[in-house]
């Protein structure tokens, strides 16, 4: 039983972990292609000395979650666009106008490939550490 409970805290923790690189992923991804991106460099730069001070860093688990993370911003950017492609004009009782939208299924594309590789790629690894 006692194996169970401490299989059990390792496994929430190197998914913990993982999810921490992933947040530190989508912040370097957002600090290098947004110029609001230097709020978020910060961030990744603390999760980075987080997990490398408190973490077990497992070079596997840092680089599938920030994979994960840096999918993120693809997502946030298909999110946005989500009325796209294409001109979309709207009205209301004081104002009108157009916005003009990209196309958001390359982003939503691209951020969904990102996400679930690093998501499967971490599972096939923790599978073939055991």
């Known amino acids: 039983m006692r194996q169970v409970a401490t299989a059990r805290r390792a496994h929430i923790g190197e998914c913990g972990w993982f999810w921490v690189w992933a947040v530190v992923g989508g912040c370097a991804a957002m600090g290098f292609v947004s110029v609001i991106g230097v709020f978020f460099l910060p961030v990744a730069a603390l999760g980075v000395l987080a997990g490398l001070r408190f973490g077990r860093a497992v070079v596997s688990t840092a680089a599938l979650g920030a994979i994960s993370g840096a999918g993120a911003p693809f997502l946030l950017v298909a999110y946005i ?10 009205r209301n009782g004081t104002a009108s106008g157009c916005d003009s939208y990209l196309d958001p299924r390359p982003w939503l594309a691209i951020g969904v490939v990102l996400v679930l590789a690093g998501v499967a790629a971490f599972v096939h690894a923790r599978r073939s550490r055991r």
């Open 81 to 90: 666009q989500r009325k796209g492609p294409g001109t979309v004009c709207w």
